[in-house]
T-cell receptor, first 117, second 110 residues
Framework: GAVVSQHPSRVICKSGTSVKIECRSL??????MFWYRQFPKQSLMLMATSNEGSKATYEQGVEKDKFLINHASLTLSTLTVTSAHPEDSSFYIC?????????????FGSGTQLSVL | KNEVEQSPQNLTAQEGEFITINCSYSVGISALHWLQQHPGGGIVSLFMLSSGKKKHGRLIATINIQEKHSSLHITASHPRDSAVYIC????????????FGTGTSLTVIP
């Protein structure tokens, strides 16, 4: 089945630093990738929709300058948390929608647990 | 009010029991998805359905479009089924957006 690789799986960083999270679709192309944030025992919250070759679409309340998204190719999207603060500590997970085949499905990465000290 | 509601929120079962998790939604959908999230956080898509019933091993998913309701059943539950099960819907009215339920945390005791 389709595989989405996300890393790092866990990162601990100091307040004020930037963290980059990568999301790769390994065996399919995805024009659209999604970035979600999940707090403990809560549902996935869509942060932004990443489209290959164009600017990401951010959900209301998500700061574009803080959460930088780059969708450089049909298989790679990155999320950079800039100047991270403790309140940014959360579980971040990406998902990709295939161009062809099972394009109604979402394939998820394994997630990144970010802890900002 | 969430577009997708799941029940129960938490469920504990003895190994071997038959388990049902329910999902109701309030939007028009193109498909409903059942996802499984393990303690490590990774999410696996179990089913995608837009009508009727699907079966995969010990898992069965059903959907009633008229009632806007879906159920996920697990037969002969096993401790390895312990996970969070999430219902999600994709709507033709919101482009690519998926709406997610808050999940049902299942613990199967040996």
């Amino acid at each position: 089945g389709a595989v989405v690789s996300q890393h790092p799986s866990r990162v601990i960083c100091k307040s004020g630093t930037s963290v980059k999270i990568e999301c790769r679709s390994l065996d399919f192309q995805a024009t659209t990738m999604f970035w979600y944030r999940q707090f403990p025992k809560q549902s996935l919250m869509l942060m932004a929709t990443s489209n290959e070759g164009s600017k990401a679409t951010y959900e209301q309340g998500v700061e574009k300058d803080k959460f930088l998204i780059n969708h450089a190719s049909l298989t790679l999207s990155t999320l950079t948390v800039t100047s991270a603060h403790p309140e940014d500590s959360s579980f971040y997970i990406c998902a990709a929608k295939p161009i062809r085949g099972e394009n109604e499905k979402l394939f998820f990465g394994s997630g990144t647990q970010l802890s900002v000290l | 009010k969430n577009e997708v509601e799941q029940s129960p929120q938490n469920l504990t079962a003895q190994e071997g029991e038959f388990i049902t998790i329910n999902c109701s939604y309030s939007v028009g959908i193109s498909a409903l998805h059942w996802l499984q999230q393990h303690p490590g956080g990774g999410i696996v898509s179990l089913f995608m359905l837009s009508s009727g019933k699907k079966k995969h091993g010990r898992l069965i998913a059903t959907i009633n479009i008229q009632e806007k309701h879906s159920s996920l059943h697990i037969t002969a539950s096993h401790p390895r089924d312990s996970a969070v099960y999430i219902c999600a819907v994709s709507s033709p009215f919101t482009g690519n957006q998926f709406y997610f339920g808050t999940g049902t945390s299942l613990t199967v005791i040996p």
